[in-house]
């Protein structure tokens, strides 16, 4: 059975997708001390391919981030923060 080409390459896209799931981690970033900082964290997040949503929390010095777990890593989100001024660390994670 022949297929066409354009239906073998809507296949392979749609497998590829199926092995990426979003995840949430909760970053501690202790550093934060005025209420613009967020502001940064957030941006930093942000730009990181794969990031979905992130929320930052100043009174908790957290943020709660979703990505794509195969397009970034819990790792990258740290060196993002930590680059804008801002070093991080995972302390909550789910799938």
């Known amino acids: 059975m022949k297929l066409p080409v354009a ?9 590829g997708t199926a092995w990426a799931a979003p995840r949430t981690v909760t970053l501690s970033v202790p550093t934060m001390d005025c ?3 967020p502001i940064t964290v ?4 942000t730009k990181v391919p794969g990031v979905a949503q992130a929320d930052v929390n100043f009174d908790k010095r957290e943020a709660t981030v979703t990505f794509d777990d195969a397009k970034t890593t819990a790792e990258a989100l740290t ?9 991080s660390t ?3 994670s789910s799938k």
Not at 7 to 12: E, I, R, S
């Open 7 to 15: 239906t073998l390459v809507a296949l392979a896209a749609s497998v």
């Open 79 to 87: 060196k993002a923060t930590k680059n804008a001024g801002y070093p």
């Open 35 to 37: 209420p613009a900082c």
């Open 42 to 45: 957030k941006k930093a997040l």
């Open 90 to 92: 995972v302390v909550g």
